[in-house]
């Protein structure tokens, strides 16, 4: 008798994603770069991340198809947007409408790699980082949410968000 | 007469806003409401076998939980709204969940339990069921205290790749959606709850572990003592909210 009664399936956004991963650490370029902002003691990354994680140009599409799939960029777990697609977007991040309009480039990038550099207090999970992380669990260990070049893309798709309309 | 004193003492000492608290029962659509209010719902599958099993020889010894502690209606009334409390032998902090399953093994000779065991499962839900209505009191212990504060800690730790802890979500932005999940204020009145994600009967342990999972954190181990600590924790800041049986959640 157990377990029988309802059937319903209920969404599951974070435990039941399965979404393939770069085994990476932070990538050379990265690397030199934040090497460079350790150096020059810029103040919590007031200016970014100018400089590109890859030698590929993001693009776009894959950009749009990884914020659009809850199941791999986790964007619309948090952020409402121009995504008529998405069927439910969350509420605990700002919307996303017109971002590419209010943020730089190298304001974007930095955001996605590691937003803790602007706002310690931040909730937005680093996409691109393992620094300082605590009790990662195992199958997760040494890897980051976005590889490189998947920030690059994400990057990119974002900066065509200018339109003031959803 | 005592409850209601105990009762009035409990809304003394409530800390300012707890009247904002809500449970996931108050959060829940009016079908699902009723669904839980229905005293055949499903997971009165497990009420029934508890029951049963309350009265039933078990272990080596062929001894029934009803063998000492008589009818559960009076000896376990409040038992669940107390729940963690301290372990003499094991000089521990143990929840309602460890503690029958020590009382199985213990005083009825059945082995070391599976803390998820169907069995064990199902008097857990029982035992429960006679605290319903009865408001969470914490034990008083003071030798509580520090696993208590241990699971503060806990609840305030940024944990996992997605580096979120308990608080940024369930204090911080409970009410808010996590894509179509609203996201509660995380207090423990129902357990353990028949989930229609799961498909079945589970505990509160169950329950932060697919919280842990979710935000790709490494688990809790089954009755670990930084589950319990965080459990105890929960109870504490739930403090004076109800039991409920049979609880229900999407």
């Known amino acids: 008798m157990r377990g029988r009664g309802m059937r319903r399936r209920c969404a599951k956004p974070l435990a039941a994603e399965k979404r393939r991963r770069g085994k990476v650490g932070l990538n050379p370029t990265l690397r030199a770069t934040l090497a460079v902002l350790a150096l020059s003691g810029t103040a919590a990354g007031a200016d970014g991340l100018a400089t590109p994680l890859t030698a590929t140009p993001g693009d776009p599409a894959r950009g749009a198809q990884i914020v659009t799939d809850p199941q791999h960029g986790l964007c619309t777990l948090c952020h409402a947007g121009p995504f008529p697609q998405v069927a439910f977007t969350g509420t605990l991040g700002p919307d996303l409408t017109g971002v590419g309009a209010r943020r730089t480039l190298a304001d974007l990038r930095q ?20 620094e300082g992380l605590n009790r990662v669990g195992e199958r997760w260990q040494g890897t980051t949410l976005m590889t490189a070049q998947e920030v690059e893309d994400v990057v990119a798709y974002l900066a065509t968000l200018t339109g003031d309309t959803p | 007469m005592i409850r209601a004193a105990v009762l009035a003492g409990i809304v003394l000492a409530l800390p300012a806003g707890a009247q904002d608290r809500r449970t996931g029962y108050d959060d829940m659509s009016p079908a699902l409401q009723a669904m839980q209010d229905d005293p055949m719902n499903p997971a009165a599958f497990w009420l029934i076998d508890g029951e049963a099993l309350w009265s039933e020889p078990a272990g080596t010894r062929g001894q029934s939980c009803a063998d000492c502690h008589d009818a559960a209606e009076d000896s376990m009334a409040g038992v669940a709204a107390r729940y963690p409390a301290w372990d003499e032998e094991q000089a521990a902090p143990v929840d309602l969940n460890g503690r029958i399953a020590l009382c199985r ?18 008097l857990l839900a029982y035992v429960t069921h006679q605290s319903r209505g009865m408001p969470l009191t914490p034990d008083p212990d003071p030798r509580l205290d520090p696993a208590r504060a241990r699971g503060e800690t806990l609840f305030t730790t940024r944990m996992g790749q997605l580096n979120l802890s308990c608080a940024q979500c369930h204090d911080d932005n409970s009410g808010g959606h996590l894509a179509a999940a609203l996201i509660p204020q995380g207090h423990p009145t129902g ?17 932060i572990r697919g919280c842990l999972t979710g935000v790709r954190a490494e688990p809790f181990a089954p009755g670990s003592a930084d589950f319990i600590a965080l459990a105890l924790y929960l109870q504490s800041r739930a403090a004076g909210l109800q039991v409920e049986t049979l609880p229900i959640r999407p």
Do not use: C, F, K
């Open chain 1, 111 to 130: 955001q996605i790699v590691d937003s803790r550099r602007a706002n310690p207090d931040t909730i937005m999970p680093p996409y691109h980082s393992t």
């Open chain 2, 191 to 207: 357990y353990p709850q028949y989930r229609l994600e799961w498909e079945t009967l589970g505990t509160l342990e169950r329950r």
């Open chain 2, 105 to 122: 093994d213990r005083h009825q000779g059945a082995g070391p339990q599976d803390r998820a065991d169907p069995d064990i499962l199902a």
